[in-house]
């Protein structure tokens, strides 16, 4: 994936991680991109003027996306649908490929009991999401995570025993059982996103 002089908004950004990893991609062009951060909670847009890899910060609500059609080249919100009901993030899903051209999406398959976190109550989990999910919404979606590798090569070579010790702490740990889901427009649809000012 080329990045360099390529546009690039990040929903959810938290504390940087994936912004910094972004800007790690020298050998992609990572350094070169144009990045913008979102996030609802401000506490954490504040700790982010520290060390920030974003060129710009955006504080919004996924549910009312501030930008223009077709405003960017790569689009990632990893971790946000499960923090909204099942309509809003359905909404939030088909509203991303207006914006960019290439979609990433990450979020828990099934559904994983979280409360608010370190004060912020919008870290809370409000929706489950299957493959299915994504698919009718025109994503590409796959199942990953280490208790999905875990439980498929245990079914695969009969280890019932260790299986449903997989399929236990999938169930405990959503982290250990993700969907990624990725749309990308073709032909007519190509994004028209500014370039970087120099």
Not at 77 to 96: M, P, V
């Amino acid at each position: 994936m080329a990045l360099a002089e390529k546009t690039i908004i990040e929903f959810g950004c938290g504390f940087g991680t994936w912004g910094h990893i972004i800007r790690s991609r020298v050998d992609q062009g990572g350094d070169k991109a144009y990045m913008v951060g979102c996030d609802i909670y401000r506490h954490y847009l504040q700790n982010l003027r520290t060390y920030n890899p974003y060129d710009d910060l955006v504080r919004c609500d996924a549910r009312y996306l501030p930008f223009k059609k077709d405003c960017a080249h790569f689009v990632f919100a990893f971790e946000i649908t499960e923090h909204l009901n099942k309509r809003d993030g359905q909404k939030f899903l088909t509203d991303l490929p207006t914006l960019a051209s290439e979609v990433v999406v990450s979020m828990p398959y099934g559904y994983f009991e979280q409360e608010e976190i370190r004060g912020n109550r919008n870290e809370k989990h409000l929706a489950s999401w299957e493959r299915q999910d994504l698919v009718a919404l025109g994503y590409t979606a796959e199942k990953t995570g280490l208790a999905m590798d875990i439980e498929n090569t245990t079914k695969k070579y009969h280890l019932y025993d260790l299986y449903h010790l997989a399929r236990k702490k999938h169930r405990c740990d959503w982290a250990g059982a993700m969907l990624i889901g990725t749309y990308v427009k073709t032909g007519n649809e190509q994004c028209r996103a500014p370039r970087k000012k120099p």
